[in-house]
């Protein structure tokens, strides 16, 4: 069968242009992919609170199966301020939902905050691809927002950081500081940051 793709937007600010014109024009060179699950049963998760992704652009495809609710509900980008989005003509906490549906995926932001909402029936899996650039991650670690202190990656492929230690030599495989939990990155290093607590899923 074949899928669909939506994308969603949310006002933006002259940096979240450049930022995206950015990625546009570097690529995107590491991504992490995995199944979520959402389920009525008991010890289940049914939501997912108010988050943003360890991510340039996330893809989120829904695999299936019977289910009732679970939007997707989206607010503006990580770090918006109060006076910006009203000069931009969008009020303070303003969503923007999405509903799942078999087959269809949506393309974001991984700073633009969202959430998923309660499922009241059934079961949803959901296919998450969070794609990364090294060059835009290099500069500026998405999840604490200063520039990353790199480390040897211990564990994987690090967190979508790369180095290049002399011109012509290979990527190293580094992770920054800004460690979640051991095992948890995918990509080429990791960043040194102590990360917001749920800031990932």
Partial sequence: STSTTTTTTSSSSSSSGAAANTIAA???DSHRAFV????????EDV???YHFDNAEVTLNVCLGRDFVGGA??????KGASVARLMEEGE???EEHTYKHSVGRG??????QMHGALPITRGERCNLIVWMRSSFVRNRLCPMCGRPPSLLPAKIGRGDG???VEQPGAHSG???SSCMEQPGAHSGMEQSSCMEQPGAHS
């Fill in 26 to 28: 570097t690529g995107l």
């Fill in 36 to 43: 979520v699950k959402y389920a009525t049963g008991p010890g």
């Fill in 47 to 49: 939501a997912l609170s």
């Fill in 72 to 77: 997707l509900y989206f607010g503006p980008m």
């Fill in 91 to 93: 009020e303070e906490g």
């Fill in 106 to 111: 949506v393309l974001h932001r991984g700073q």
């Fill in 161 to 163: 950081f790369t180095t």
């Fill in 173 to 175: 495989m580094e992770q």
